[in-house]
């Protein structure tokens, strides 16, 4: 089992920057692909951003490329997402998953972090 927990998250203005921390506790991190995705009132939960086991890869949804940046600490068994430039459609809770490798579903998440923007 792995447990992640959320932080950084608050209120914003348009343009600021917030960066997201993802702590995991229960197994060392260094197995999963680690994961962020948001949801937005009213809407889906949507893929942002996830990163290789050892940090050496990343891959972003549209709306992140170029102003969002993960990475992962394995010695500290956490997770990071930087966001730059934040515009009110990036309002959404954040959350945290854990992926194993070689397989397609993540199978832990976290409680997730509100993050709001104000225009």
């Known amino acids: 089992q792995v447990q992640l927990v959320e932080s950084g998250g608050g209120l914003v203005q348009a343009g600021g920057s917030l960066r997201l921390s993802c702590a995991a506790s229960?197994?060392?991190?260094?197995?999963?692909?680690m994961g962020w995705f948001r949801q937005a009132p009213g809407k889906e939960r949507e893929f942002v951003a996830h990163?290789?086991?050892?940090?050496?890869?990343?891959n972003y949804a549209d709306s992140a490329k170029g102003r969002f940046t993960i990475s992962r600490d394995n010695a500290k068994n956490t997770v990071y997402l930087q966001m730059n430039g934040l515009k009110a459609e990036d309002t959404a809770v954040y959350y945290c998953?854990?992926?194993?490798?070689?397989?397609?579903?993540?199978?832990?998440w976290g409680q997730g972090t509100q993050v709001t923007v104000s225009s």
């Open positions: 998953a854990a992926r194993r490798l070689l397989t397609t579903r993540y199978d832990y």
């Open positions: 990163i290789s086991w050892n940090g050496d890869s990343a």
């Open positions: 229960g197994r060392p991190i260094t197995t999963y692909t």
